[in-house]
C-alpha cells in the first residue's frame, strides 16, 4: 500500500466510525454536526479538487458530479445518504487504485530487465556503478543471479542465460567465452566477465524499455474514443440530471423526490469505469505480449493487428532460416573451386546478409578468412561487388550480371536452390548454389493465420522464381512473388492494401533490405531484429527472437485485448445505463447507484488485467 493509500484507508475508517457514532444520538443538531464532520473528513480532497476545477475551467469530472450527487443530499436534508455516499466512493476509489497499482506492478515486473548496480573491473579491481556509467571496452562483471548490465562479449566465464525476460524463451541458453550476450539476461551459474560493446543506453535492455515506456504514449483509437466521449457525456449528464430535477418537479410539485433522482443520476454517470479500464487493458495486452518476446509499440498497433486480413512475408531470415548452405561450387575456366569461394567470401566481409554469412561459413580456417577488400558496392536485392586493389570480384543474383553486362554461361531458372552468380573484373567466374532451409513453425503459422481468418497470405522474395516457388508450396501460402527488388517490394505491398478493403495488412521481415516496407505496412513486424537500429526503428512491433510463431501469436494477442477492451465498455456502459433508467424512474436509490459506479469500475479493472495473461498458437 501506497501512503496516500494507506491515508485514504484511514480517513474511510475515521469517517465511518463518526457516522456510527451519530446514529444513536437522538439531540438533532448534535447528531448532524457530527454526521458534517464524517462528510468532510471522508470527502474534503473531492471537494476541493472540484472547486480548483472549476476554475481550471475542466468542471465536468468525477469530482465534480461526486461533490454535486452529495451536496444536493445534503441539501434536501438527507445528511446520512450524503456521507454513506461519500464514504461508498472512496471505498471504491482505495480498491480501485488497489488493483491499478497491482495491475502497473506486474506489467513492469514482467519488463524488468533494468540492472540496479554493475560491477566493473578496472585495473584488477572492482567497483560497483550504475549501468549508466559503463563505458564501450569496460569489462562488467556478473555474479550468477545477476543481470547483465550491458550488450558485450564474454571474456572470461561459461554459463547458463535466462533470457525469458528478454526473448520470451524459457529454456536456459548456455553461453560460453566470445559470445555476444543482451543485456537483461540474467546469469544463471558462473561468474561472467563480459566486455562491453554498447553503451548501457544503446544496449538491449534499455532500448526495451524505452520502446514499451513509449507505447504508452502511442494512443489507440479507442482510447481517443473513451476521452472525447467523457468529455461530451459528463456535461450532458449533468443538463440530463437537471432537467430530472426540474421539469418533472413543475408538473407534479414533488421537489424532492425528483431532486433525489436526479442525483442518482449524477452519481451513475461518472465515466471513471472507461477512463480507467481501457487504456489499462491496452497495457496489459503489451505487457502480455511483451513477456513473450513480442514488442507492441502502440495500442494503436493492437487495434491494427486486431483487424489483420493479410500477412505479408519476407522469405529469407523470415519464412526461412536465413541459414544457407553452400551446395555445390562451379567455376568458370581460370579459377578453381576455392578461389571462388574464397573471393566471394571475402567480397561479403562486410556485408550483414545471410548469404553473406553463409559464404564466410564456408571458408572458416582458409586463408580467405582474413582476406578483406578494400572497399565495397551493395546493391540491395542484388548482391555485391567488392574491390581488391586493382581487381573486382562480384557475388549476386542474375541482376547484378546484366548490371555488369557478364554473359552468364547456364540459365538456372529451374532450379530450387538460390544460385549465387559470381563475376570476376566484370566477367562471369562461375556459380555457387546455396539452400535454404524453412524455418521451424513456418507452415504452422501460415495455417494457424488461416485458422484465424486470415484471407490472404503472401510472400515477397528478391530471390529467384524456381526457390521461392519451391518454398511457397511447402508453405501453403496463398501467394507469392519472385524476382523483387526492395522497391518493388513497396509497391507490392501498396497493390496489397489497395486491394485490401475488410482489414489491415501486415508485413513481416527481418529488417534486411526490408525496412520501407515495414514502414509501409500498416503494421510492420521485424523479426529478432533487437540488433538493426533500422528494423527496430521501422518496425511497429518487434519480436525479440525470430519465432515465426509469434507473427501469428501477436494476432491472438491483440484480438483477445481488444476484446476484452470492448467487454469493458459495452459492460460499463450498459450497466449504467440500466441503473440510470431505474434511478431516474425512481426504482434505486443513490446508494444502488454509487455501488454501479464503483462496482463496475472496479469489475472493468480487473477484467482488464486479464489482458496480461497471453497464450499463442
Ligand atoms: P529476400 O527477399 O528473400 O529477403 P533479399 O531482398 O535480401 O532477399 O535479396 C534478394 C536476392 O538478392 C538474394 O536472393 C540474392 O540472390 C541477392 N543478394 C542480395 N544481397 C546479396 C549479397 N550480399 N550477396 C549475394 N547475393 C545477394
Ligand atoms: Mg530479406
Sequence with gaps: MTKNQKRRLIRIIVSAALFAASIPITAEYVSIGIKFAAY????????????????RGKIFDENFLMSAATVGAVGIGEYSEGVLVMILYQTGEFFQSLAVGKSRRAVSEIVDLRPSITHTERNGKIYDISPEEIEIGDIAVVYPGEKIPVDGEIVSGESALDTA????????????????????????????????????????????????????EKKSKSENFITKFAKIYTPC????????????????????????????????????????????????????????????????????????????????????????????????????EKELIGLSASAEAYSNHPIAFALK??????????????????????????????????????????RLQAEVQNDFHESYETILYTAKNGKFAGYISISDTVKEGAAETVSALKKLGISRTVMLTGDAEGAAAK?????????????????????????????????????????????????????????????????VEAADVVLMNDDIRHVADSIIIARRTMRIVWENIVFALGVKAAVLTLGALGVTGMWAAVFADVGVALIAV????????????
Design 471 to 535: 518454398i511457397a508450396e511447402k508453405l501453403g501460402v496463398d501467394e507469392y512473388k519472385a524476382g523483387l527488388f526492395p522497391a518493388d517490394k513497396v509497391s507490392e505491398l501498396e497493390r496489397l492494401k489497395e486491394s485490401e478493403q475488410n482489414g489491415s495488412v501486415i508485413f513481416a521481415g527481418d529488417g534486411i533490405n526490408d525496412a520501407p516496407v515495414l514502414t509501409r505496412a500498416d503494421a510492420g513486424i521485424a523479426m529478432g531484429a533487437l540488433g538493426s537500429d533500422a528494423a
Design 361 to 402: 561459413r564456408a571458408v572458416c580456417g582458409t586463408k580467405y578468412e582474413e582476406l578483406r577488400p578494400d572497399s565495397c558496392t551493395e546493391y540491395p536485392g542484388e548482391g555485391i561487388t567488392a574491390f581488391f586493389g586493382n581487381e573486382t570480384f562480384s557475388v549476386g543474383n542474375k541482376k547484378l550480371m546484366e
Design 237 to 336: 449528464v449533468t443538463l440530463g440530471a437537471l432537467a430530472l430535477a426540474v421539469i418533472p418537479s413543475l408538473f407534479t410539485g414533488e421537489w424532492r423526490i425528483w431532486i433525489a433522482r436526479a442525483l442518482t443520476f449524477l452519481v451513475v454517470s461518472c465515466p471513471c469505469a472507461l477512463v480507467i479500464s481501457v487504456p489499462l487493458s491496452f497495457f496489459a495486452g503489451i505487457g502480455g505480449a511483451t513477456s513473450r518476446g513480442i514488442l507492441i509499440k502502440g495500442a494503436c498497433y493492437i487495434e491494427t493487428l486486431a483487424k489483420a486480413k493479410t500477412v505479408v512475408f519476407d522469405k529469407t531470415g523470415t519464412l526461412t532460416r536465413g541459414r544457407f548452405e553452400v551446395v555445390s561450387v562451379s567455376p568458370q575456366e581460370g579459377i578453381d
Design 165 to 216: 525476460a528478454l526473448t520470451g524463451e524459457s529454456m536456459p541458453v548456455s553461453v560460453t567465452k566470445s559470445d555476444h550476450v543482451m543485456s537483461g539476461s540474467i546469469n544463471l551459474n558462473t561468474v561472467l566477465k563480459i566486455r562491453a560493446d554498447k553503451k548501457y543506453t544503446d544496449s538491449a535492455a534499455a532500448r526495451i524499455l524505452e520502446l514499451v515506456e513509449e507505447s504508452a
Design 40 to 55: 468532510i473528513v471522508a470527502g474534503y480532497d473531492v471537494l476541493w479538487k472540484a472547486v480548483r476545477n472549476i476554475f
Design 606 to 617: 480487473l477484467n482488464a488485467m486479464r489482458a496480461i495473461r497471453v497464450r499463442g498458437i
